[in-house]
Nanobody
Framework: QVQLIESGGGLVQAGGSLRLSCAAS????????MGWFRQAPGKEREFVATITSNGIITQYADSVKGRFTISRDDAKNTVYLQIITLLPEDTAVYYC????????????????WGQGTQVTVSS
């Protein structure tokens, strides 16, 4: 069993930046692909970014390419999501998740989820 806890969210102005963290306990993350998803009010949860278990390959949703960067530090059992140039439409609860697949982009492919961290971007 893997427990995931996100942190780093908050209220920021448009154009600002944040770094979200996802700390794991229970098992090492090194064998899992990791992903970030987000869910805005009234919308479905959507894929944001994923990184393979070896940390070599990443993939992003088109809407965040060039602004979001996913990374992992397996020594710290933590995954990060660096966000720059925040936009009001980035406002959402951000979730990290762990999967056994190679480069999963769909929510059903992920076995473990955190509780989420709120990101609110003011215009």
């Amino acid at each position: 069993q893997v427990q995931l806890i996100e942190s780093g969210g908050g209220l920021v102005q448009a154009g600002g930046s944040l770094r979200l963290s996802c700390a794991a306990s229970g098992r090492t993350l090194s064998s899992y692909a990791m992903g970030w998803f987000r869910q805005a009010p009234g919308k479905e949860r959507e894929f944001v970014a994923t990184i393979t278990s070896n940390g070599i390959i990443t993939q992003y949703a088109d809407s965040v390419k060039g602004r979001f960067t996913i990374s992992r530090d397996d020594a710290k059992n933590t995954v990060y999501l660096q966000i720059i140039t925040l936009l009001p439409e980035d406002t959402a609860v951000y979730y990290c998740a762990a999967a056994n697949g190679w480069r999963p982009t769909r929510a059903y492919e992920y076995a473990y989820w955190g509780q989420g961290t709120q990101v609110t971007v003011s215009s």
